[in-house]
């Protein structure tokens, strides 16, 4: 039996036979992802341990396929370096091969992309213990098509630990469970167009993705600064025709910086003196490592804020499971408008979020995340003092990513010296709004992306092609 496995970049084709069929399978692997480049010379390779883990196998094997590759020539092991693909394996090519086909592989050898976390981290026997509790205690209507806003057990628990974590006031009649924050933006566009809204200011950096949703639902996206201290929301009042803000208050996307006191209460003002709305979403809400998590813009005005929350960073994106917090105004209206579409997730789903959250194993895994992730930012600013000490980090108070600073003009050279290392990541202009002006050249690190085996090689090559 052949099993497919992605770690570190590559897909590995194993043979399960037996551990000589594995060690066999995993050197295959490993010399196919150096020949077509996918892993480029001097990558460092995981530890032995760290691979064995990702993959579930016995270290002994991953040492054994190591030793053997570096006896071919193909990989190098030194004293204090790690194992690394050796600069002498790299494929060679005709003049004219090398001119017609890329040198970046499809595959990225690393991937420091934000907006994910480490997927490897999900709490499979926790959430498996959860489920099987779950299912059977399920009520028999919970296998028919139930209520649009979701399953009650769901609604009030999260009632509760929202309140607890963010700050939420959060009747579970307010909650409306939705796929992820894309089927919430969904829901409110066409909901906000009927109540007449015609424009939602947005703010200067951002996910195009989101813009677009509300775009497709005939929205208008005005504008709206950002600067060290959030979003610049006394600007507000000048734009005329907004009848609600899309915001990250918590921990701005990209720019890591929590919203300002003053610039919270500015927001909530205004909302209250136009009869407008903040829509906010609590991106990373609930990674803050320099202190207790600032509580939600949510809990200054129930009914002028919508809050959006997910379990795509704190969980996994595949769940596809998150929540609005409505006004008690708007509960009617975003209900009919989800009946209409698909009209309710998953409730088996929901029943064992349900029952990981009542149990206290949801919070025991956020605490552990915040644990490594603040770990892996510590890592991150360590290497980039010793080997890039030019480079200024930001962003990092909160969340699963963080701010390099470039020098001018300095951005799109070092996102063609990352493609040419197998190394993905963006660039701050990847997320600035069409209307604003470049104001600064920087990276946009994801540090909770790659497995724990894959994380020294990522950043090994992103100090590499740094100035």
């Not at 490993?30 to 996918?38: H, K, P, Q, W």
């Amino acid at each position: 039996m052949t099993d497919s496995w992605a770690t570190f970049g590559a897909d590995l084709h194993l043979e399960t036979t037996g551990a000589v069929g594995l060690r066999a399978g995993l050197m295959d692997a490993l010399r196919e992802a150096v020949r077509t480049g996918r892993l480029a010379p001097g990558t460092r390779l995981p530890s032995s341990r760290g691979l064995a883990a990702d993959l579930g196998i016995a270290r002994n094997t991953v040492a054994d396929a190591y030793a053997e590759l570096v006896a071919e020539g193909w990989l190098t092991a030194r004293q204090g370096s790690g194992t690394r693909v050796a600069r002498r394996a790299e494929p060679r090519r005709s003049a004219t091969r090398a001119i017609r086909t890329r040198a970046v592989p499809s595959r990225p050898a690393h991937n420091l992309l934000a907006g994910s976390p480490d997927l490897s981290t999900f709490p499979r026997a926790d959430w498996l213990k959860a489920s099987r509790r779950a299912l059977t205690a399920a009520p028999n209507d919970a296998f028919g098509y139930g209520d649009p806003r979701g399953r009650i057990e769901l609604r009030t628990v999260l009632a509760d630990y929202l309140a607890r974590a963010r700050g939420v006031y959060a009747d579970p009649e307010r909650i409306m469970i939705c796929a992820g924050f894309v089927q919430a933006l969904k829901l409110m566009g066409p909901v906000l167009r009927r109540r007449r809204v015609r424009e939602v200011a947005v703010e200067s950096y951002g996910l195009d993705v989101h813009w677009d949703l509300l775009r497709d639902a005939g929205l208008r996206l005005p504008r709206l600064p950002v600067d060290g201290l959030g979003a610049r929301t006394g600007e507000l009042a000048g734009l005329r025709g907004a009848g609600a803000v899309l915001m990250t208050p918590a921990h701005q996307f990209p720019t890591g910086v929590p919203l300002h006191p003053d610039r919270r209460a500015a927001a909530v003002d205004w909302a209250r003196g136009t009869g407008g709305l903040v829509l906010e979403d609590d991106y990373d809400g609930e990674f803050r490592y320099d202190r207790q998590a600032v509580g939600a813009l949510q809990g200054l005005d129930p009914e002028r804020v919508v809050y959006l929350g997910t379990t795509s960073k704190s969980l996994a994106p595949g769940l596809r499971l998150g929540w609005m917090v409505l006004p008690e105004a708007l509960v009617g209206e975003v209900a009919e408008a989800k009946g209409l579409s698909d009209w309710s997730s998953s409730a088996l789903d929901q029943l064992t979020l349900a029952e990981f959250i009542a149990s206290g194993a949801y919070d025991r895994h956020v605490r552990a995340m915040r644990l490594r992730y603040r770990h892996r930012r510590d890592q991150l600013v360590a290497a980039l003092a010793e080997r890039a000490p030019g480079v200024r980090v930001s962003g990092m108070v909160a969340g699963l990513h963080a701010v390099l600073e470039l020098p001018a003009g300095s951005e799109a050279s070092v996102l063609r010296a990352a493609a040419w290392q197998g190394l993905a990541l963006e660039g701050m202009s990847r997320f600035r709004h069409p209307d604003a002006a470049p104001d600064r050249d920087a990276l946009v690190i994801g540090y909770g992306t790659p497995t724990d085996s894959a994380w020294a090689g990522a950043l090994d090559a992103l100090c590499r092609v740094l100035p």
